[in-house]
């Protein structure tokens, strides 16, 4: 993934909120709140749960906890109210082996549910913009392993598995949020590929994905078809959503598409209703 020199500076000047406020002073809102730079230790285990984990699972579960706790807990509360990603945080993540999941091939953990729940739940427990950024990445991961062709995991998978490409899973909209049957994004045939035209709202990651796995009309069929659309691609403009007061870690934004050319190899084949997803 490229990510530019200085990338917390990007943001020179801050936008505000449809209210037209100025970006929100943590330390003015919340003078209570008391940053820590030593995330607590987990003392008790009252349902032990350890007990019912195999030895890999157990293994698997101190290890995420241990990167958590020591590298990414430390820098949580510095970012939290900045609002910004700590985006030097992606490779220790990467090297946890976590993205995927449960995807078994291509470069993917193929942990099993038991593990993969584990090891978010160790994320979550330190920090919940952490965990929600993985999840939001895996879950476009999820949808090429489920619906996309051979190709498509042959050149996706892996490096969206290390960490080494991001990717968002853009279905909600302005006007239906995540109603899939109100879908208003279209998605035209025309020779070579597809144009799509529309909008996407609260799309996590979406801001510095390499990869932005979108939900779109088909015209011709009024079914839900699912396209690869890549971060540079003329026609995608891509705004960060500010002020949130939940999750302030998590990149959420504003996708706008105008005429986006989206090639054949890039429609994810397995997607020819909004229920193929659901498998």
Same mark, same amino acid.
């Given at each position: 993934?490229?990510?530019?020199?200085?990338?917390?500076?990007?943001?020179?000047?801050?936008?505000?909120?449809?209210?037209?406020?100025?970006?929100?002073?943590?330390?003015?809102?919340?003078?209570?709140?008391?940053?820590?730079?030593?995330?607590?230790?987990?003392?008790?285990?009252?349902?032990?749960?350890?007990?019912?984990?195999?030895?890999?699972?157990?293994?698997?579960?101190?290890?995420?906890?241990?990167?958590?706790?020591?590298?990414?807990?430390?820098?949580?509360?510095?970012?939290?109210?900045?609002?910004?990603?700590?985006?030097?945080?992606?490779?220790?993540?990467? $090297?946890? *082996?976590?993205?995927?999941?449960? &995807? %078994?091939?291509? #470069?993917?953990?193929? /942990?099993?549910?038991?593990?993969?729940? @584990?090891?978010?739940?160790?994320?979550?427990?330190?920090?919940?913009?952490?965990?929600?950024?993985?999840?939001?990445?895996?879950?476009?991961?999820?949808?090429?392993?489920?619906?996309?062709?051979?190709?498509?995991?042959?050149?996706?998978?892996?490096?969206?598995?290390?960490?080494?490409?991001?990717?968002?899973?853009?279905?909600?909209?302005?006007?239906?949020?995540?109603? $899939?049957? *109100?879908?208003?994004?279209?998605? &035209? %045939?025309?020779? #070579?590929?597809?144009? /799509?035209?529309?909008?996407?709202?609260? @799309?996590?990651?979406?801001?510095?994905?390499?990869?932005?796995?979108?939900?779109?009309?088909?015209?011709?069929?009024?079914?839900?078809?699912?396209?690869?659309?890549?971060?540079?691609?003329?026609?995608?403009?891509?705004?960060?959503?500010?002020?949130?007061?939940?999750?302030?870690?998590?990149?959420?934004?504003?996708?706008?598409?105008?005429?986006?050319?989206?090639?054949?190899?890039?429609?994810?084949?397995?997607?020819?209703?909004?229920?193929?997803?659901?498998?």
């Amino acid at each position: 993934m490229s990510i530019p020199k200085n990338r917390d500076e990007v943001e020179q000047n801050p936008r505000s909120s449809y209210f037209n406020l100025p970006p929100l002073d943590v330390s003015v809102a919340f003078p209570q709140a008391t940053p820590v730079s030593t995330f607590p230790p987990n003392v008790s285990d009252y349902y032990q749960f350890s007990d019912l984990l195999t030895v890999e699972d157990q293994a698997l579960r101190m290890r995420v906890r241990e990167c958590m706790e020591k590298e990414i807990a430390p820098m949580m509360t510095e970012y939290w109210e900045k609002a910004k990603f700590p985006f030097h945080a992606i490779p220790k993540l990467g $090297a946890l *082996g976590i993205a995927g999941g449960t &995807i %078994k091939g291509y #470069g993917c953990p193929g /942990l099993s549910i038991t593990a993969s729940a @584990i090891a978010m739940a160790e994320v979550a427990r330190v920090d919940a913009s952490c965990s929600t950024f993985i999840l939001v990445h895996s879950l476009a991961m999820l949808t090429i392993a489920l619906c996309g062709s051979e190709e498509q995991k042959l050149k996706y998978l892996h490096s969206l598995a290390q960490f080494s490409a991001v990717a968002c899973w853009a279905l909600t909209e302005p006007d239906y949020g995540s109603d $899939a049957s *109100g879908l208003k994004t279209t998605a &035209i %045939k025309v020779e #070579g590929g597809w144009i /799509l035209e529309g909008k996407k709202r609260w @799309i996590g990651n979406s801001t510095f994905a390499d990869l932005l796995v979108v939900f779109a009309r088909n015209t011709t069929t009024n079914q839900i078809n699912g396209f690869i659309l890549k971060k540079d691609a003329p026609g995608l403009t891509v705004t960060k959503i500010e002020n949130k007061i939940g999750l302030r870690i998590v990149q959420n934004g504003d996708i706008v598409m105008k005429r986006v050319f989206v090639p054949d190899e890039d429609r994810l084949p397995g997607v020819n209703s909004f229920q193929d997803t659901n498998k």
